[in-house]
């Protein structure tokens, strides 16, 4: 009977440590790394102008500010996380790659709209490279080419 119930603790405590590490960790403030994923987000917000026309206008300019300072988030992680996190980055290419990644190749993960204009936005930076953009489920999916990028020859 205490070989079972001690090989139940043990099953019991394996799964709580691959729970554990399968969950981001915080590099920063606003900023999380979810190596099982691949992808670094960052959380900032705005609030909405006082006096603008509308809260559609609003929501524009607060959204263009929330999202430039998530990427000045990103910026500051990758510094951290290619310092701090050399061996979980060799999936991705190895420190050197995604030191050269470009927060500006970020999608937007998630985002919140307040009823006065402000706005919550979840940035997502995907580890594996910037031909790639992150899904709901945190698997990433090839990047489809807008529809004017293309030349003449391809239709």
């Known amino acids: 009977m205490r070989r079972i119930v001690g090989g139940l603790g043990l099953l019991a405590g394996s799964m ?7 969950k981001p960790e915080s590099i920063s403030s606003g900023v ?8 670094l987000v960052a959380v900032a ?4 102008d006082l006096y603008p026309p ?6 524009l300019k607060a959204e263009r500010v929330a999202r430039s300072r998530a990427e ?3 910026r500051k992680a990758l510094t951290v996380v290619v310092r701090d996190h050399k061996a979980k980055l060799v999936r991705f290419g190895g420190a050197e790659r995604v030191a050269k990644l ?11 709209y307040g009823a006065t204009g402000g706005v919550v936005l979840w ?9 790639e953009r992150v899904k709901e489920g945190g698997a990433a999916e090839p990047a489809v080419p807008d529809a004017g990028t293309g030349s003449g020859e391809e239709q």
């Open 16 to 22: 709580v440590c691959a729970v554990a590490a399968e």
């Open 32 to 39: 999380s790394a979810d190596f099982a994923a691949g992808k």
């Open 45 to 48: 917000s705005c609030s909405a």
């Open 54 to 59: 509308s809260a559609e206008v609003a929501r």
């Open 72 to 74: 000045d988030k990103l």
């Open 102 to 112: 470009d927060p500006q190749t970020a999608v937007i993960e998630r985002i919140d």
């Open 123 to 131: 940035l997502a930076l995907p580890l594996a490279g910037t031909k």
